[in-house]
């Protein structure tokens, strides 16, 4: 229970008085939830200044229990009580009330003020804690009391309005100016923010309120704060859980295998993460073929442009260097007719490796499938050429002796403007290193029977060169189970037509004749030479690059000499 008088200004009475916007921010309960606190206070105009023997609570620090209701007492109070009282006969626990020399007041209202713009009362409540602004207002014995919220206007009608003869409270005209707060078994933070006072309307100082201080909430501070605190922490803790989750989705989708000794091959190795989004997370939309070792998926990497990635099932751990390295070395291998290698990626049982994507595709499509246009010849001679001078590059351009070991139509890729690729060095990879793939070395039609007995030389590209030359120039597979029997072995049919002197009888119908004789001549007469059974007779790929350009002549052969034109015994079912 405590009071608390400030009584400072000593005035001479005169008719008028003038308290603007005494702003009393209003008293603010310890429970705000509940709206309850004790007592209230109070504007107080006194005869004396020592009201020491005056009370607490009901009391207002102004009287106690014998001076109270005493006309001795010379006290004028204008009180914001927050108490019911019913010994003063108080209307309610929100009222403000006009106090003459006795605590039970002369006049009171239940806080409210006057709405110009609704023209209606509006409640108030003064423990709310939110600033209140109040007009006492003394003028020819008439004393208004006016209330509003902080940022209104003063009201046009007051909610007190009485007759008080100031003169009859205080005889000697003398009085001083003050507050008087109390507070008793309920408490309740009472703030005065600013005030001003004046004997003349004229010279009363108008309030800035832009400059008041804010009013101090200690118990809802507190709350708040540890509020905030709680939230913050709350939303660090689901930050950190969707950042840790993501995370582990992340390393779970985009984990990779990498070991020390790759290092050196750094420029070469792609991200998986990088694959993965280039290629839309592997979107099937995007898979361009399934093979025998796994899937080609087409894919854009930024700057690179558009890419082809395929992906390789390897479990085979051992010899992995080995084949890394032998993916680096085929990559770093640059020749304008061979598909560009641009580097691997590694994963748990996966190797993928990442080549530029061809638009055109592989050249079999355009031979063998009817729905694409058929190639003209002179572009057939040119992609031959051209394949022709990478096989040559690769076995006698590099630093060392590259077999690319899987000759054939679907490994010739072509680009939007028909220019012919050598791609798939799968096989030149592999064939040493990958414990999965030794037994596949090649494919059945372009191997040279040698190849089970002495393994892959040079030779045997040169053979399965010799293949795809007859390919691209008769339109048809190296063999064909649906052909009458003859016709099957396309190496022995291009033979035959040239024993009965009828070369052009094996040319593809799809020319329609439109090609120059003697160079199908001598471009199938070069396919015979290559695909020659005897690997001693067949010419180095320099030299069949000197043929296929007319910079050397063919030798002089005929259907009858030795190795021409005979299929490989050791592929029976070929015959
Ligand atoms: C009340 O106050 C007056 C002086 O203001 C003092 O003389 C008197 O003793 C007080 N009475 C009580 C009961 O405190
Ligand atoms: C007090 O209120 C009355 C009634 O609303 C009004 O007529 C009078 O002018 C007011 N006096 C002052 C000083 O505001
Ligand atoms: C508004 O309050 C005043 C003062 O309490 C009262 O005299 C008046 O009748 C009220 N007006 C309305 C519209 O309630
Ligand atoms: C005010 O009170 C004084 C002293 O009691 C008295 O002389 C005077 O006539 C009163 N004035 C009015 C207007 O009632």
Sequence with gaps: MLSLTALSISVQLHRNLYLSRLISCALLSLSQELMVGGHGIAFVLSSSMNLTQADPSQYFGLFNISTNGSPSSHLLAIELDTVKNAEFKDIDKNHVGIDENSLQSVDSASASYYSDKEGKNISLRILSGDPLQVWIDYENTLLNVTLAP??????????????????????????????????????????????????????????????????????????????????????????????????????????????????????????????????????????????????????????????????????????????????????????????????????????????????????????????????????????????????????????????????KASNVMLDENLQGFLGDFRMAMFDDHGATFTSVVGTIGYMAFELTSTGASTRTDVYAFGVFILEVTCGRRPFDPEMPIEKRHLVKWVCECWRKGSLVDAIDTRLRGKFIQEEVDMVLKLGLLCTNIYPEFRPSMDIVVQYINKHQTLPDISVDTPGIGDSTPYFPHFR
Excluded at 234 to 243: E, G, P, Q, S, T
Excluded at 355 to 377: A, R, T, V
Aim: glycine share 8%; with cysteine; charged share 20%.
């Design 150 to 407: 902080l940022r209104n206007l003063k009201p046009s009608k007051p909610l007190l309005s009485r007759t008080i003869n100031l003169t009859a409270i205080f005889p000697d005209r003398k009085t001083f100016v003050g507050f008087s707060a109390a507070t008793g078994s309920l408490v309740s933070y009472q703030y005065i923010l600013g005030w001003s006072f004046s004997r003349s309307r004229v010279s009363l100082q108008s309030i800035d309120i832009s400059k008041l201080p804010t009013v101090p909430r200690p118990t809802k501070r507190k709350i708040s704060y540890l509020l905030i605190v709680l939230l913050v922490i709350l939303a660090l803790i689901v930050m950190a859980a969707v950042v840790g989750g993501y995370y582990l989705y992340r390393r779970k989708i985009y984990a990779e295998v990498k070991e020390p000794w790759e290092k050196e091959y750094h420029p070469f190795r792609y991200s998986y993460e990088s694959l993965y989004k280039a290629t839309r997370g592997f979107n099937k939309k995007g898979l361009l073929g399934k093979g025998f070792f796994g899937e080609v998926y087409k894919g854009t990497l930024p700057l690179v442009g558009d890419i082809a990635v395929e992906i390789l099932l390897n479990d085979a751990t051992q010899g992995m260097k080995q084949l890394v390295a032998e993916v680096v070395k085929i990559g770093s291998l640059q020749h304008k007719n061979l598909v560009p290698l641009l580097g691997y990626c590694r994963r748990k049982g996966e190797l993928l490796l990442v080549s530029k994507y061809m638009e055109g595709g592989s050249i079999d499509q355009y031979l063998f499938n009817s729905d694409k246009p058929p190639l003209p010849w002179s572009q057939r001679l040119a992609i031959l050429k051209d394949i022709a001078s990478a096989l040559c590059y690769l076995h006698t351009g590099a630093s060392q002796v590259v077999l690319h070991r899987d000759i």
